[in-house]
C-alpha cells in the first residue's frame, strides 16, 4: 500500500468511531479486571499535551485550527491530550482539541473522567515513584520552571 493510499484511507475513518472503540476498551478493563493496580486506593496518572500536524482541509482547519510559519504559511495542526495510566499501562484518555484550548484548561474540562485525582508537579511525581520503587527505568518528564522543588 503506498503512502497516499494509506493517508486516503485514513481520512475515512472517524475520529468518534476510535473514540468509542478505545473508551469501550478502558470500559471493560476498569470493570472487568480485579486486578487494577492502586497506590493507597488511588491510580496514578501522566497527562500530556501535544501537536500534531492534520491533512489540509478547511473542514479541519474550521474544527482544530493552524498555525502560521515565520514566511506566512499555515499548516493545520490539533492538541491532543492523553491520560495514562502509569501503573496500568493503558491509555485512559486521549482526546484532539482545538488549539485554541490549553492543556491546563482542557484539563478541567475533563475533570469528571480524573474525578478526586490530586495532581503534583511532575518532580514531586519524580520523587514520589521513586521513593515507592515504581521507576524502573530512567523517567523523562517536562518540567515547568515554576516548579520550585528543582534545583
Known sequence: MSRQ???????????????AINEGLV???EKYDPSIETIHNHRVFAVDGSL????????????????????????????VMVGYDLLNRICAYGEMINLSTSETTQ???????????????NCILVLFL????LAHSDLIF??????????
Do not use: W
Open 5 to 19: 493510499a494509506f493517508a486516503q484511507a485514513r481520512e475515512k475513518v472517524k475520529p468518534e468511531a476510535i473514540k
Open 107 to 121: 484539563m478541567h474540562n475533563v475533570s469528571d473522567y480524573f474525578a478526586g485525582v490530586q495532581t503534583y508537579d
Open 142 to 151: 517536562r518540567v515547568s520552571l515554576r516548579c520550585s522543588s528543582v534545583k
Open 52 to 79: 500534531i500536524d492534520l491533512p489540509e482541509n478547511e473542514t479541519l482547519r474550521e474544527a482544530f485550527g493552524y498555525t502560521t510559519g515565520s514566511n506566512n504559511s499555515s499548516h493545520c495542526k490539533a492538541r
Open 130 to 133: 521513586r521513593r515507592l520503587n
Open 27 to 29: 470500559a471493560d478493563f
